[in-house]
Every structure is written in structure tokens, then in C-alpha cells.
């Protein structure tokens, strides 16, 4: 087989790759808790009577310096969403960079000093790292590590039939914002991306209904919404059904998906946390992320069903209902 770009955009092709070659050519797999063979955003490995999280993360992202954020913010964040949708709290990074013959000098100051302001936001501090130079034209690359604490690990195949899904604000911001600079369309208010640590979110929403209230998360970066509900539905053996008008998706960005024709369900974001908890406790964790900052657009989408397992539907605002898809790959390149 030969590498597309495909094969690193989440959805089903990556999958492919990840379950059809990763996974067969590696024997350990797991050190007692949540391994890799669980395709979740990380590990759990158990530590006690808590279990420490570990998870890595790559980025690519082009370009390096988009509206709302840089790669700098986008390698934090990302490492620290993964830690956090896992439940876990963010004790430290460390960063990895691949930086190619020639890249600006200033540039990478302004992308350190973007990393270190971010990581004062959870906070978290950076702790090791290393450093690669190679020939011109890559431009950088940054690899993010990082590690945090459990009291009860979250993985993304918990949903239980009758639980509720949220979301903590709109979506597709993140994916459409970079599309949106790359073709060079305007619109009166600039579009920008949602790039931002969520640790205070899920923090909240644990504090207000308990971590074992919490049953699934997700964050739903590349393949976006579609993506992350198709995996959970899957892994839990679970039906999703979505009602299309309860997602939050901003005007702009639903004006730019209709000029770009892209689904903004499909693309990438980088600020948002997806997560499914028992109906009776809906709205007190919906309370819990409309308090915080970053969750202050926070929405209940949908449910979690019995029909249709391992799928997804989406009921439309005229009352019919489709499948929603898992997206071949994330239809912006390059976007994380």
C-alpha cells in the first residue's frame, strides 16, 4: 500500500490504517488499563487507586499562523483535550519539534512564547522536549506529549442507551476558519478558529455531576462531529440520534461551509468537547459548561437510542431523519 494524505485525516480511511496495520504490527499494547488497542485519545495506565493518562500528538498544521491561533496553541491544546476527555487532570507536556533548515527565527519565538501563554491558561507546565533540524521545505512540525491523573478514566465507548449528548459550544469554527483564510474568502465579521484548551470545562461538568456521571467523551478534532459520534455510537454498540437544529454552528460558518461544500459536522475542531451523560443529569452539566468561558455556547444535541446501533442519525428541521456518516477524512487538509 502507499501513504495518502487520507491515511492521517481521521475518519474511515485512518481508521483503515490504524486497525489493518498499526495494530496488527504491534504485540504490547497495553500496560493494564486503557491501551492502544482502544483507539481512544489516549492511555490509562493504572497508578494506585487513580490511573495516570498518557497521550501524544502531532501537528502539522498549515498554515502555521491562521486567524484565532498557531501551531504553537494548537499543539497545547490538542495534547491537553485529549488528556481531558479521558478525564484526567493536565500535570505536564513535553514538546517535540521538527524544524526545517531556514525556518524564521522570530517565527519560532512567536511560537514558543503562543505555547507557554496557552499552557498558563490550564495551567501546565512544558517539562522536556527535544529538538530535530532538517533539510528546507517542511517548514516545523510539532510533536506535544503529556501526561495527567484520573480519579475514574473516561474512554469514548461508554454511552448507554437513554443517556444525552452535548456539546460544549458551535462547531466547525476551527476547520472552516482555516479553509476560509486558505481561499481567501472574507465576510464581515472574520471567522476564527475555537483553538483552546477545554480542561476547564469537562473540570466543571465533573465537579457539578460526579466523574462516574460522565459516561463518554470525545473531542471532536479531525472528521469532526460526524466522525467522534460514529466512533462513540460504534464502540458502545449504541444508536446516536442528533437533532440538526439544537447544533450550535455560527451563522458565518454555515455561510462559508455552503460556498466551500463542506458539511461543517465534518470538520475539525479544535475547542470543543463532545460528551454523553444520563439523562437526569442533562442540564446541570449543561449548567456546568455554560459557566465556564469556553463553554458558555454549550448545547444538548441529541440522544442516545436503542435503534440503529452503531450508527448515527440526524433528525433534519422538517422532521425527516438520515444517517450521518463518518467522513472518508476530514475534507481540510493539514488542518491539526
Given at each position: 500500500?502507499k501513504?495518502?494524505?487520507e491515511h ?7 481508521e483503515?490504517l490504524l ?9 504490547l499494547?497495553?500496560?493494564?488499563g486503557?491501551?492502544?488497542d482502544?483507539?481512544?485519545d489516549?492511555?490509562a ?12 500528538d502531532g ?5 502555521l ?5 498557531d501551531?504553537g496553541?494548537l499543539?497545547?491544546s490538542g495534547?491537553?483535550?485529549d488528556?481531558a476527555?479521558m ?5 505536564a ?8 533548515e ?6 519560532l ?5 503562543s ?6 491558561e490550564?495551567?501546565?507546565?512544558i517539562?522536556t522536549g ?8 517542511i517548514g516545523i ?5 503529556g501526561?495527567g491523573?484520573a ?5 469514548d465507548?461508554g454511552?448507554e442507551?437513554?443517556d444525552?449528548?452535548?456539546v ?7 476547520g472552516?476558519?482555516?479553509?476560509s483564510?486558505r481561499e481567501?474568502i472574507?465576510?464581515e465579521t472574520?471567522l476564527e478558529?475555537?483553538?483552546a484548551?477545554?480542561?476547564?470545562v469537562?473540570e ?7 466523574w462516574e ?5 470525545k473531542d471532536p478534532?479531525?472528521?469532526g462531529l460526524s466522525?467522534?459520534?460514529n466512533?462513540?455510537?460504534r ?9 440538526e437544529?439544537?447544533v ?6 454555515r455561510a462559508?461551509?455552503?460556498m ?7 470538520v475539525a ?6 460528551m454523553?451523560v444520563?439523562?437526569e443529569?442533562a442540564?446541570?452539566a ?10 458558555k455556547?454549550a448545547?444538548i444535541?441529541?440522544?442516545v437510542i436503542e435503534?440503529?446501533?452503531g450508527?448515527?442519525l ?5 422532521g425527516?431523519?438520515?444517517?450521518l456518516?463518518?467522513?472518508a ?8
Amino acid at each position: 500500500m502507499k501513504i495518502k494524505l487520507e491515511h492521517g485525516a481521521g475518519g474511515e480511511i485512518m481508521e483503515e490504517l490504524l486497525r489493518d496495520v498499526v495494530l496488527k504490527s504491534l504485540s504490547l499494547k497495553s500496560a493494564g488499563g486503557i491501551g492502544l488497542d482502544a483507539l481512544d485519545d489516549g492511555a490509562a495506565i493504572p497508578l494506585g487507586d487513580k490511573h495516570l493518562v498518557f497521550t501524544i500528538d502531532g501537528h502539522t498544521v498549515k498554515p502555521l499562523f491562521f486567524p484565532g491561533g498557531d501551531i504553537g496553541r494548537l499543539a497545547v491544546s490538542g495534547t491537553v483535550n485529549d488528556l481531558a476527555v479521558m478525564g484526567a487532570k493536565p500535570l505536564a507536556l513535553a514538546n517535540s519539534m521538527i524544524i526545517g533548515e531556514g525556518f524564521d527565527g522570530e517565527d519560532l519565538k512567536r511560537i514558543l512564547r503562543s505555547m507557554d501563554e496557552t499552557a498558563k491558561e490550564v495551567p501546565v507546565p512544558i517539562v522536556t522536549g527535544d529538538t530535530k533540524v532538517v533539510e528546507d521545505g517542511i517548514g516545523i512540525f510539532v510533536i506535544t506529549a503529556g501526561i495527567g491523573i484520573a480519579e475514574r478514566p473516561v474512554s469514548d465507548a461508554g454511552a448507554e442507551v437513554g443517556d444525552v449528548v452535548l456539546v460544549s459550544g458551535t462547531l466547525g469554527d476551527h476547520g472552516i476558519a482555516l479553509m476560509s483564510h486558505r481561499e481567501g474568502i472574507a465576510f464581515e465579521t472574520e471567522l476564527e478558529s475555537d483553538v483552546a484548551p477545554i480542561w476547564e470545562v469537562v473540570e466543571a461538568v465533573a465537579k457539578a455531576i460526579g466523574w462516574e456521571n460522565i459516561h463518554a467523551m470525545k473531542d471532536p478534532t479531525r472528521g469532526g462531529l460526524s466522525n467522534a459520534l460514529n466512533e462513540m455510537a460504534r464502540k458502545a454498540d449504541v444508536g446516536i440520534l442528533v437533532r440538526e437544529a439544537d447544533v450550535p454552528v455560527r451563522p458565518e460558518v454555515r455561510a462559508a461551509s455552503d460556498m466551500l461544500g463542506i458539511n461543517p459536522f465534518d470538520v475539525a475542531n479544535e475547542g470543543k468537547v463532545v460528551m454523553i451523560v444520563p439523562r437526569e443529569h442533562a442540564e446541570e452539566a449543561l449548567e456546568a459548561m455554560r459557566s465556564t468561558e469556553k463553554g458558555k455556547n454549550a448545547a444538548i444535541i441529541g440522544d442516545v437510542i436503542e435503534d440503529y446501533r452503531g450508527k448515527v442519525l440526524v433528525e433534519t428541521g422538517i422532521g425527516g431523519k438520515r444517517f450521518l456518516e463518518p467522513p472518508a477524512g476530514d475534507p481540510v487538509p493539514r488542518v491539526c
